[in-house]
């Protein structure tokens, strides 16, 4: 044993510092779900088709035909069915530009 100044004994045997506690892992945080962007979106029209192709004149000849019906097939002409069914459908799809 080892003496000190004061005279006083002290063991040859050091006190070791208490264990440190755990470490508790970082905490982290969950990253927010990514927003989308709002984006007007236009809805979706269907394609109009070209003038004089099959699909136009198909739309055409229902719609002339559904407004002969209507009216019992009485009265009025093919011809006329046809222009004011035209003339209905293209105001309809007003802007839309024709494919093809």
Do not use: C, H
Not at 26 to 49: D, F, L
Not at 84 to 99: F, L, P, S
């Amino acid at each position: 044993m080892a003496t000190s100044q004061t005279g006083k004994t002290r063991s040859a045997t050091t006190r070791k510092a208490p264990p440190a506690a755990p470490k508790s892992p970082p905490v982290v945080k969950a990253a927010a779900p990514a927003k989308k962007k709002a984006t007007a979106s236009k809805p979706k029209v269907p394609a109009i088709p070209a003038m004089n192709s099959p699909e136009w004149n198909q739309m055409v000849a229902t719609a002339a035909y559904l407004r002969a019906e209507a009216r019992g097939f009485i009265g009025g002409s093919a011809e006329e069915d046809w222009f004011e069914a035209e003339a209905e459908i293209m105001a309809k799809v007003g802007n839309g530009k024709a494919v093809g």
